[in-house]
C-alpha cells in the first residue's frame, strides 16, 4: 500500500495544483503558437528561417548572422540577431514585415492545438476575459481566430509583436499590457505558455503559469526551468474546469 501511495502521490498534488490555478483565474492570458495552436504545422518555421536568412544573403548581410543563427531552425532568431545588430532600424522593420507575411502564409495550414477551442469557449462562456499575448504577429493571431470562429472570445486583447522586438518574451511586456487594458490583477491571471521564455514572462509580471507541452521533451524543458504545473494535453484543463463549474 505504502508503495502504490508513493507512485500516485505527484500524481495527485500537480492534479490539485492545476485545479487551484484554473480556478482562481479571472483573466487567461494564452501564448499563441503552441497552446491555441500549431502555426508551422504545414509550413515549417525552418524553411521560413532560411528565406530569411537567403535574402539577407542576397543583400549582402549574412555577415550580421554568426554560423549558428544562418542555419537556426526559428525565424524568430533570426529577426531578434539582427535587431541586436541594427536595433530599431529599416532592415530590421522590413525584415518583421516579411516574417509577418510569412506567419500569415501558414495561417490556412495551422493545426488547431487539441481541445483549444472548447476550452476557449468554455471558459468565455463561465465569464473568464481571455487575451493573446505572443511574439507572433498580432495579425496573423487576429487572422488564425477570425478563421477559428473564436475570435470574439479575445477581442481586443490580442497583444503581439511589434518593431519594438526587445519587448519580446521573456519581457514581461505584452503580458502587462494585456493586465492594465482589462484592468486586471496580476493574482487573478493565469498565463498558458509551452516555452521557458512564457514562464519567464509570467514570473516577472507576477502572473501564476500552466505550462503545456505537446511531447516529454518539451514537458522537461518546462519542468527544468522551474514550472510547477505541466499539461501534456488541454482536455486535462477543460475537464477541470467543467468539473467546477
Same mark, same amino acid.
Given at each position: 500500500?505504502?508503495s502504490?501511495t508513493?507512485q =500516485?502521490?505527484?500524481?495527485?498534488?500537480?492534479?490539485?495544483?492545476l485545479?487551484?490555478?484554473?480556478?482562481?483565474?479571472?483573466?487567461?492570458?494564452?501564448?499563441?503558437?503552441?497552446?491555441?495552436?500549431?502555426?508551422f504545422?504545414?509550413?515549417?518555421?525552418?524553411?521560413?528561417?532560411r528565406?530569411?536568412?537567403e535574402w539577407?544573403?542576397?543583400?549582402?548581410?549574412? *555577415?550580421?548572422?554568426?554560423?549558428?543563427?544562418?542555419?537556426?531552425?526559428?525565424?524568430?532568431? !533570426?529577426?531578434?540577431?539582427?535587431?541586436?545588430?541594427?536595433?530599431?532600424?529599416d532592415?530590421v522593420?522590413e525584415?518583421?514585415?516579411?516574417?509577418?507575411?510569412?506567419e500569415?502564409? @501558414?495561417? +490556412?495550414?495551422?493545426?488547431?492545438?487539441?481541445?483549444?477551442?472548447?476550452?476557449?469557449?468554455? *471558459? =468565455?462562456?463561465l465569464g473568464?476575459?481571455?487575451?493573446?499575448?505572443?511574439?507572433?504577429?498580432?495579425r496573423? !493571431?487576429a487572422?488564425y481566430?477570425?478563421?477559428r470562429?473564436? @475570435?470574439?472570445?479575445?477581442a481586443?486583447h490580442?497583444?503581439?509583436r511589434?518593431r519594438?522586438?526587445?519587448?519580446?518574451?521573456?519581457d514581461?511586456y505584452h503580458?502587462?499590457?494585456?493586465?492594465? %487594458?482589462?484592468? $486586471?490583477?496580476?493574482?487573478? %491571471?493565469?498565463?498558458?505558455?509551452?516555452? +521557458?521564455?512564457?514562464?519567464? %514572462?509570467?514570473?516577472? %509580471?507576477?502572473? +501564476?503559469?500552466?505550462?503545456?507541452?505537446?511531447?516529454?521533451? /518539451?514537458?522537461?524543458?518546462?519542468?527544468? $526551468?522551474?514550472?510547477e !504545473? !505541466?499539461? /501534456?494535453?488541454?482536455e486535462a484543463?477543460?475537464r477541470t474546469?467543467?468539473?467546477?463549474?
Amino acid at each position: 500500500m505504502t508503495s502504490d501511495t508513493t507512485q =500516485t502521490d505527484p500524481v495527485t498534488e500537480e492534479t490539485e495544483r492545476l485545479r487551484e490555478l484554473i480556478t482562481g483565474a479571472r483573466f487567461v492570458l494564452f501564448d499563441f503558437d503552441g497552446p491555441i495552436c500549431r502555426l508551422f504545422a504545414g509550413y515549417s518555421a525552418e524553411e521560413i528561417a532560411r528565406e530569411l536568412v537567403e535574402w539577407l544573403e542576397r543583400q549582402g548581410l549574412l *555577415w550580421l548572422l554568426t554560423d549558428d543563427e544562418k542555419v537556426h531552425p526559428d525565424p524568430q532568431v !533570426v529577426l531578434l540577431a539582427v535587431n541586436q545588430r541594427h536595433p530599431g532600424s529599416d532592415l530590421v522593420a522590413e525584415l518583421e514585415e516579411m516574417l509577418t507575411q510569412q506567419e500569415l502564409r @501558414a495561417v +490556412p495550414t495551422a493545426q488547431p492545438t487539441a481541445y483549444a477551442d472548447p476550452l476557449i469557449r468554455t *471558459w =468565455t462562456a463561465l465569464g473568464a476575459r481571455l487575451a493573446v499575448t505572443t511574439n507572433n504577429s498580432a495579425r496573423t !493571431v487576429a487572422e488564425y481566430l477570425a478563421v477559428r470562429g473564436t @475570435a470574439e472570445c479575445f477581442a481586443p486583447h490580442i497583444y503581439g509583436r511589434t518593431r519594438e522586438l526587445h519587448q519580446q518574451k521573456p519581457d514581461p511586456y505584452h503580458l502587462n499590457r494585456a493586465l492594465q %487594458a482589462m484592468g $486586471a490583477a496580476s493574482g487573478t %491571471a493565469l498565463m498558458i505558455g509551452d516555452a +521557458p521564455s512564457d514562464l519567464r %514572462a509570467a514570473e516577472q %509580471a507576477g502572473v +501564476p503559469f500552466l505550462g503545456y507541452a505537446r511531447d516529454e521533451d /518539451r514537458a522537461n524543458l518546462l519542468r527544468d $526551468a522551474g514550472a510547477e !504545473v !505541466v499539461v /501534456r494535453s488541454l482536455e486535462a484543463v477543460l475537464r477541470t474546469l467543467r468539473g467546477h463549474v
